[in-house]
């Protein structure tokens, strides 16, 4: 089966610049995550879609960042502008539905620096 | 609010020996947990689901428990290999939308 697919896997921008993240979960994967991951922490949840819809997003700095999911599959995360703070993995994750407690699949992630 | 702990310290241990993580929770129990282990540069791998009713789960080496007593989960590696080497992840998981919230993982190094 194939996995999570994200891209780029590295993006160097300078702040106030734009940005923007691809993810492709599963497929069957209802459930799709974005996570912030900064170094020598552990992954922080930003987003999580239910099909199409946002069922999550208490922890998005919505004034800078933005994420859809169109037709419940691929997903997009944009970070408008960008500051050095931002620099992290973004990593996506997908899931079969909530009410299983599915162990997550991750991608590799798309590691963002900001200078 | 809720927090998971883990231990920042890296856990250095001898091949052939077991490795013992621990992950600790604050406020109150999660309905489970998992364990997740990260290579550098990829993405967390699901390991292993402990839920708030089983005391202990197994999977080949690995062995998970949950003390709801002592807010508290020990992941167990037996008989640990250089392979074994990564950052292992606990998380809670709680309410209907299967969110997760991870601690900081810890990291374990395995030495020949």
């Known amino acids: 089966e194939a996995g999570v697919a994200q891209s780029p896997r590295y993006k160097i921008i300078e702040k106030r610049q734009s940005v923007a993240f691809w993810c492709n979960p599963i497929s069957g994967h209802a459930t799709l995550y974005w996570y912030q991951q900064i170094l020598g922490q552990g992954p922080k949840l930003l987003i999580q879609?239910?099909?199409?819809?946002?069922?999550?997003d208490s922890q998005l700095p919505k004034d800078r960042f933005s994420a859809e999911r169109l037709k419940g599959v691929d997903s997009t995360l944009k970070i408008q502008p960008a500051k050095l703070e931002d620099s992290a993995v973004y990593l996506c994750?997908?899931?079969?539905?909530?009410?299983?407690?599915?162990?997550?699949?991750f991608g590799s992630g798309t590691r963002l620096t900001v200078v | 609010s809720q927090k998971i702990e883990q231990n920042s310290e890296a856990l250095n241990i001898q091949e052939g020996k077991t490795a013992t993580l621990t992950c600790n929770y604050t406020?109150?129990?999660?309905?489970?947990l998992q364990w997740y282990r990260q290579d550098p540069g990829r993405g967390p791998v699901f390991l292993l689901l402990i839920r708030e009713n089983e005391k202990e789960k197994r999977k080949e080496r690995l062995k998970v428990t949950f003390d709801t007593t002592l807010k508290q989960s020990l992941f167990h590696i037996t008989a640990s290999q250089p392979a074994d080497s990564a950052t292992y992840l606990c998380a809670q998981g709680s309410g209907g939308y299967n969110k997760l919230i991870f601690g900081a993982g810890t990291r374990l190094a395995v030495h020949p």
């Open positions: 406020n109150y129990s999660p309905a489970y």
């Open positions: 879609f239910q099909n199409n819809g946002v069922v999550d």
């Open positions: 994750a997908s899931s079969f539905s909530p009410g299983r407690q599915d162990g997550y699949t």
